[in-house]
Nanobody, 128 residues
Framework: QVQLVESGGGLVQAGGSLRLSCAASGRTFSRYAMGWFRQAPGKEREFVAGISWSGSRTYYADSVKGRFTISRDNAKNMVYLQMNSLKPEDTAVYYC?????????????????????WGQGTQVTVSS
């Protein structure tokens, strides 16, 4: 019932920017903590950024701090990932995910197992 669809990926040169979007449908989206994960070829899926259902708390992987910004618009059922100063090591398939059971309005979880719903992913390729 809960569906997530990512968009906005593409090819960009190092130092460039992209904005990923995640469109969500289903019940109680406004109370889902949301996250972005990525998976590069031959590597495991890793946490990138997360945001509490209230939007008041965010958390970032060390590798993207200062470069990426996660945000949400609950009225539009949308989550975004603004990616600036992109590096070749950012190349991966990026996935939007929803945690349907956050403990509090400020909860952000970084582990794969905490997320209940996943999009199909969007490819981001950064050339050097």
């Amino acid at each position: 019932q809960v569906q997530l669809v990512e968009s906005g990926g593409g090819l960009v040169q190092a130092g460039g920017s992209l904005r990923l979007s995640c469109a969500a449908s289903g019940r109680t989206f406004s109370r889902y903590a949301m996250g972005w994960f990525r998976q590069a070829p031959g590597k495991e899926r890793e946490f990138v950024a997360g945001i509490s259902w209230s939007g008041s708390r965010t958390y970032y992987a060390d590798s993207v701090k200062g470069r990426f910004t996660i945000s949400r618009d609950n009225a539009k059922n949308m989550v975004y990932l603004q990616m600036n100063s992109l590096k070749p090591e950012d190349t991966a398939v990026y996935y939007c995910a929803a945690d349907a059971h956050p403990a509090t309005a400020l909860q952000v979880t970084t582990t794969l197992g905490a997320y209940d719903y996943w999009g199909q992913g969007t490819q981001v390729t950064v050339s050097s």
